[in-house]
């Protein structure tokens, strides 16, 4: 079995925004905010040298933040995901199994997100 990816993602998380719709032929797009961090998620992984992995995989995100406004996990989470598609696995629908916490970082320059993702077995995600 593969060994786990492990990515720290320097800066402030930012959670996924909902998408904005504009002008008078509907168009949805990603808000600019959500998709440089989604990129900045990317290039991390890219830089520390993420290969994707193929099958279900768990993934254990651990997100540090200087003040009391700690944002939605949920948002997060789903912004590291949609950064990680075709980085660390083909596509988050990959991801059977997560663990995430919000933590306390002493000073803004320690605010980031770490992550571990990790192959699961057939037999992990059928007793699961």
Do not use: W
Request: hydrophobic share 35%; aromatic share 6%; glycine share 6%.
């Amino acid at each position: 079995m593969a060994e786990p990816i492990r990515i720290t993602i320097p800066g402030r998380p930012v959670p996924k925004e909902r998408p904005a719709v504009t002008g008078r032929y509907v168009r949805v797009y990603t808000p600019p905010r959500t998709r440089a961090y989604q990129e900045q998620v990317a290039a991390a992984a890219l830089e520390q040298g993420c290969k994707p992995l193929t099958g279900p995989v768990s993934m254990r995100l651990v997100f540090y933040l200087c003040d009391d406004r700690q944002g939605d996990l949920s948002n997060m989470i789903k912004s590291v995901e949609d950064g990680l598609n075709g980085i660390a696995y083909d596509d988050d629908a990959q991801v059977k199994h997560i663990v995430a916490y919000v933590r306390r970082a002493k000073r803004r320059r320690d605010e980031r997100a770490e992550v571990e993702i990790a192959p699961l077995s057939n037999e992990e995600v059928e007793t699961a």
